[in-house]
Structures are given as C-alpha cells and as structure tokens.
C-alpha cells in the first residue's frame, strides 16, 4: 500500500521547495478522493498566500540585486498563482460532486434531465460530468442501475445498520453502529 503524504509536508515543500511541494500537491489531490472533498483547499490558499508574500518580500528585499529580486519574485510569484488556481479549481471541484453526490444519492435522482433541470445545466455536462466521477471513483461503475438487493446473512441482520451523512461531501452512506466505515463516494471516514 502506498502512503500518502501528509497535508504538514506538502505544505512545508510548497513554502520550502515549492516544486516537490506542488507535484506532491497534484499528485495528493489526484488520486485522494478525501482529499478532495475536505477542506484542505483553505489551506491550500493560505500556502498560495505565503508564497504570494515570499515573491514580495525576495524582491523588495534584494532590490540592491536586481536579478535575483526578479528571479526570487518569478520564482515564488508562480508558485503562488499555482497553488491559488489549484485552491480554486479545488473548490469549484468539490462543490460541483457534492451538488451531483446529495442529487444522485441522498435525493436519488439518477436521470440526467432531471439533474441538469436542478443544477441548470445542459444534460451533456450533466453525463460528462457523471463519467469523470465514476472514473475518479465517487460514484460506482454502474450507479443508475438498480442493484439486485443483496441477501444478508445472519450476522449482518444481527449487526444494526444506519445512515451515516459524510461530513465531507454530504452523501448518504450505510454504516453499521459502532465500527467506522469509508465514505463510498468520496472515501473520508465515517463513524
């Protein structure tokens, strides 16, 4: 299994070494659907902040040095536009999912007239949309299709179900009391 780095590192790389720290970024909020649906995107422009502020600061501080004035205002100047339009793709990103994840599981709405009629959107970005989710892994393969119900067994009847609220994309999800589960759409843990 791979291990992710932690938010304190990709951060401490973006303000450091800015271009570790933004592949690390990309790579984190590719393949991490928690990641996506937190929100580390305040973080993410508070670290695009930081690096706005080292650009100035590195060039008003070498002003006698003129070429690495610039160089430093480059330098971090486009670290800081890089993390700030990740924040804000980040952003939009996620409250784009969660919009489709409380239609299509919490309203179970799964007809893409229906979803672009609520969002007011064109049903083709509704089915586009709808693919780039299932092939990031937020909603199954075959989500439109009603399920066969599944046949239970006797130790999961014993065991007592409920309805858990992600509290990071806002979906609806199965949990069993007392043990702690993952998000199906998004993967945070739920308990």
Request: charged share 15%; with cysteine.
């Amino acid at each position: 299994m791979k291990t992710k780095k932690s938010w304190g590192w990709i951060i401490f790389l973006i303000i450091v070494f800015w271009p570790i720290g933004i592949y690390l970024l990309f790579k984190r909020l590719g393949n991490d659907r928690s990641a996506l649906m937190s929100e580390n995107s305040n973080i993410l422009t508070i670290s695009g902040i930081i690096l706005a502020l080292f650009a100035v600061l590195g060039f008003f501080g070498n002003l006698t040095h003129f070429g690495t004035a610039l160089f430093s205002l480059i330098l971090y100047g486009a670290g800081a536009y890089f993390v700030l339009q990740k924040a804000n793709s980040t952003k939009r990103k996620a409250a784009k999912y969660k919009s489709y994840l409380n239609l299509i599981v919490n309203q179970q709405i799964t007809d893409s007239n229906q979803i672009a009629n609520q969002l007011g959107i064109s049903p083709s970005t509704v089915d586009r949309d709808i693919h780039e989710m299932i092939a990031a892994g937020y909603l199954p393969q075959n989500y439109n299709v009603p399920l066969a119900p599944e046949v239970k067994s006797h130790e999961d009847i014993i065991q007592q179900e409920r309805i858990v609220k992600c509290p990071a994309c806002g979906a609806n999800n199965k949990g069993i009391v007392g043990k702690i589960a993952e998000c199906e759409y998004c993967g945070t843990q739920i308990g």
